[in-house]
């Protein structure tokens, strides 16, 4: 079978597990449509007859935004996303193409940029309120175009061929493959969860000095084989309590958000509030992050991986937030997963932030694994555990 087709529908069956009759709604740009039509053809080989689309056309959204001001700009289709809220309630499964464009937009106002990103995510609040809540199935899985290798000095050719090693395309049971690097990933969040952890202490040479303290009744997850939200996955993750970050943390890698470049920044955290940050690059784009709303100057996840993971050992810098964050511990600015603390996804709002998780309109997911990286867990009876070293797992 050709790899791109197995690609199609290793992503229909092996990770939204997509069943004959099921309905799936795939997101993307115009920069991928013939991927797009390979996945609406596999999925129609599978007996999923209802496939949906919203194709965004990123080329013509720049123009929009250089020839227009705001006001005529979010009344355009263009940017119109209200369909995530249609397809939300009627249980379609969600699959979202990442395809990055770096710096496509750079020419725009960046103020504007940001007012156009935070209506986006206001328009699709109850799409992300039934993603939030495990009501619906959905995958993000990357797909190559020119501009993003070209961004990485490689051809689109070369890029497939890391997407298909990266995502086990290659093996003969990729399905197979990946039920067992999840049951590794498994075994690994049960024993975070055995060691009733207080807080969490991370130090290496960028300068990191941070203290994460969790939740009482925190939870570590990993992906989980109904349903792989994450192609790839390397990470085992919880939320951390809000109020109860300290310190100061370090980028490893460039974060790439809505196509614009935030590298070699800084946050620096007082009783769990970003209270001083800088940037090389891009520290408008973070300034933008961290006022989207009350929220989002908090984390909402804490996330461990292996410096010497599959996506880190290939040395690439894939400018994009999926393979980036497989590749390196990180942190997320911004929402907390409800799965993370004890019956989560059964407890009010008011409850959830008494009982430290954060709530914001953006998750946005940032890098500080790295080579040196050393991360102590303080049990709640005062017991320090290395549980990181050298930037990975100290497997027991």
Same mark, same amino acid.
């Given at each position: 079978?050709?790899?791109?087709?197995?690609?199609?529908?290793?992503?229909?069956?092996?990770?939204?597990?997509?069943?004959?009759?099921?309905?799936?709604?795939?997101?993307?740009?115009?920069?991928?449509?013939?991927?797009?039509?390979?996945?609406?053809? *596999?999925?129609?080989?599978?007996?999923?007859?209802?496939?949906?689309?919203?194709?965004?056309?990123?080329?013509?959204?720049?123009?929009? &935004?250089?020839?227009?001001?705001?006001?005529?700009?979010?009344?355009?289709?263009?940017?119109?996303?209200?369909?995530?809220?249609?397809?939300?309630?009627?249980?379609?499964?969600?699959?979202?193409?990442?395809?990055?464009?770096?710096?496509?937009?750079?020419?725009?106002?960046?103020?504007?940029?940001?007012?156009?990103?935070? &209506?986006?995510?206001?328009?699709?609040?109850?799409?992300?309120?039934?993603?939030?809540?495990?009501?619906?199935?959905?995958?993000?899985?990357?797909?190559?175009?020119? &501009?993003?290798?070209?961004?990485?000095?490689?051809?689109?050719?070369?890029?497939? *061929?890391?997407?298909?090693?990266?995502?086990?395309?290659?093996?003969?049971?990729?399905?197979?493959?990946?039920?067992?690097?999840?049951?590794?990933?498994? $075994?690994?969040?049960?024993?975070?969860?055995?060691?009733?952890?207080?807080?969490?202490?991370?130090?290496?040479?960028?300068?990191?000095?941070?203290?994460?303290?969790?939740?009482?009744?925190?939870?570590f997850e990993s992906a989980d084989t109904k349903n792989i939200v994450n192609m790839p996955? *390397?990470?085992?993750?919880?939320?951390?309590? $809000?109020?109860?970050?300290?310190?100061?943390? &370090?980028?490893?890698?460039?974060l790439i958000h809505n196509n614009e470049v935030i590298e070699d920044f800084y946050l620096?955290?007082?009783?769990?509030?970003?209270?001083?940050y800088d940037a090389v690059k891009g520290k408008d784009v973070l300034k933008d992050i961290? !006022?989207?709303?009350?929220?989002?100057?908090?984390?909402?996840?804490?996330?461990?991986?292996?410096?010497?993971?599959?996506?880190?050992?290939? !040395?690439?810098?894939?400018?994009?937030?999926?393979?980036?964050?497989?590749?390196?511990?990180?942190?997320?600015?911004?929402?907390?997963?409800?799965?993370?603390?004890?019956?989560?996804?059964?407890?009010?709002?008011?409850?959830?932030?008494?009982?430290?998780?954060?709530?914001? $309109?953006?998750?946005?997911?940032?890098?500080?694994?790295?080579?040196?990286?050393?991360?102590?867990?303080?049990?709640? !009876?005062? *017991?320090?555990?290395?549980?990181?070293?050298?930037? !990975?797992?100290?497997?027991?």
């Amino acid at each position: 079978m050709d790899r791109k087709r197995k690609y199609a529908k290793f992503l229909i069956e092996g990770c939204l597990r997509l069943k004959k009759n099921d309905k799936l709604f795939i997101i993307s740009t115009n920069f991928t449509e013939d991927f797009v039509n390979l996945l609406t053809l *596999e999925a129609k080989n599978m007996g999923i007859v209802d496939v949906e689309t919203l194709i965004n056309y990123p080329l013509k959204q720049k123009e929009l &935004y250089l020839s227009k001001p705001y006001e005529e700009i979010i009344k355009s289709p263009l940017i119109d996303r209200t369909k995530y809220n249609r397809m939300a309630k009627l249980n379609y499964a969600f699959l979202s193409l990442s395809s990055p464009l770096p710096e496509i937009f750079k020419e725009v106002d960046k103020e504007l940029l940001a007012k156009i990103n935070h &209506y986006q995510i206001k328009s699709i609040e109850e799409y992300k309120e039934y993603q939030l809540k495990g009501l619906i199935k959905w995958n993000i899985s990357c797909v190559p175009n020119e &501009y993003w290798a070209k961004s990485l000095n490689m051809s689109v050719e070369e890029l497939w *061929e890391l997407v298909f090693k990266i995502c086990l395309i290659n093996e003969d049971d990729p399905i197979d493959m990946w039920n067992k690097k999840m049951a590794r990933l498994k $075994r690994r969040a049960e024993y975070l969860n055995s060691l009733k952890i207080d807080k969490l202490i991370y130090h290496n040479s960028l300068g990191t000095n941070l203290e994460i303290g969790l939740p009482k009744d925190y939870i570590f997850e990993s992906a989980d084989t109904k349903n792989i939200v994450n192609m790839p996955t *390397e990470e085992v993750f919880t939320s951390p309590s $809000r109020v109860r970050v300290n310190g100061r943390v &370090y980028s490893s890698k460039i974060l790439i958000h809505n196509n614009e470049v935030i590298e070699d920044f800084y946050l620096e955290f007082k009783d769990g509030k970003i209270v001083e940050y800088d940037a090389v690059k891009g520290k408008d784009v973070l300034k933008d992050i961290i !006022n989207t709303d009350d929220g989002s100057h908090y984390l909402g996840e804490v996330a461990l991986v292996d410096y010497d993971s599959p996506i880190s050992l290939t !040395n690439v810098v894939f400018k994009n937030t999926l393979y980036d964050e497989n590749a390196s511990c990180h942190l997320a600015i911004g929402q907390s997963f409800l799965e993370c603390i004890k019956d989560g996804f059964t407890m009010p709002k008011e409850e959830l932030l008494n009982k430290g998780l954060n709530q914001s $309109r953006v998750h946005v997911d940032f890098f500080i694994g790295t080579r040196d990286l050393e991360v102590k867990a303080v049990l709640q !009876n005062g *017991e320090k555990i290395v549980i990181m070293k050298n930037g !990975n797992f100290v497997e027991v």
